[in-house]
């Protein structure tokens, strides 16, 4: 099956800057990509997902790139707020053809004010 | 409208026992999956309905853990002769279709004495 690393498991950045989130997956028929954002407490909410047609998708201050080539993909967060400070989780699916999401095993981010 | 549903929200039980944990997705979503998420941990797949049929078993942990679906809406995922190893939250998705974005439910936190 998929198997999703996942790094670093903590990071700290200045409230402004730029933070970043690495995942590699194994499976190289995998073709979707999601990002969940997980507060304490409450569910894992999507924040901006990718499939493999594609190598970047961009939202506000988000944006994930992909290479499949590499089978790696990363979650870039600009300008830092400290509500952006949560655990956020990469996945990707099996080759099943359904969404059968593989989760790394999340980054906290916190940023500092 | 409303978001996915998970009941109870938390149940606390004895090594031995059963429980039934209950999932109501997003109405008109055709896929439903099951997640386990142990405490500061990744989530862990572990079945996916395409309507009332389970074709993806392979994430259950054991045959303690048995799922059904009925009416293509209401999932419940039981768990016999608890193990405290159980203890976890256990989160339900569900999407429009398979390769659609999952929608998740708030969790079941489960805790076996």
């Known amino acids: 099956g998929e198997n999703v690393e996942q790094h670093p498991s903590t990071l700290s950045v200045q409230e402004g800057d730029s933070a970043v989130i690495k995942c590699t997956y194994s499976?190289?028929?995998?073709?979707?990509f999601p990002w969940y954002k997980q507060e304490l407490g409450k569910r894992p909410q999507l924040i901006i997902d990718?499939?493999?047609?594609?190598g970047e998708k961009k939202d506000q201050r988000i944006a994930v790139t992909l290479n499949k080539t590499a089978k790696h993909f990363s979650l870039h967060i600009t300008e830092t707020q400290p509500e952006d400070s949560a655990v956020y989780f990469c996945?990707?699916?099996?080759?099943?053809?359904?969404?059968?999401?593989?989760f790394g095993t999340g980054t906290r981010l916190t940023v500092i004010p | 409208g409303a978001g996915v549903s998970q009941s109870p929200s938390n149940k606390v039980t004895e090594k031995g026992k059963d429980v039934e944990l209950r999932c109501d997705p997003i109405?008109?979503?055709?896929?439903l999956y099951w997640y386990r998420q142990s405490l500061g941990q990744g989530l862990e797949f572990l079945i996916y309905?395409?309507?009332?049929?389970?074709?993806?078993k392979s994430g259950l942990p054991s045959d303690r853990f048995s799922a059904e679906r009925t009416g293509g809406s209401v999932s419940t995922l039981t768990i016999q002769r608890t193990q405290q190893e159980d203890s976890a939250v256990y989160l339900c998705?569900?999407?429009?279709?398979?390769?659609?974005?999952?929608?998740f439910g708030p969790g079941t936190r489960l805790t076996v004495l």
């Open positions: 998705a569900s999407s429009r279709t398979v390769t659609d974005t999952q929608y």
């Open positions: 499976d190289s028929a995998s073709n979707y």
């Open positions: 990718i499939r493999s047609n594609v």
């Open positions: 996945a990707a699916t099996d080759q099943t053809g359904a969404n059968n999401l593989f």
């Open positions: 109405s008109g979503h055709t896929a």
């Open positions: 309905f395409q309507g009332n049929s389970a074709p993806d």
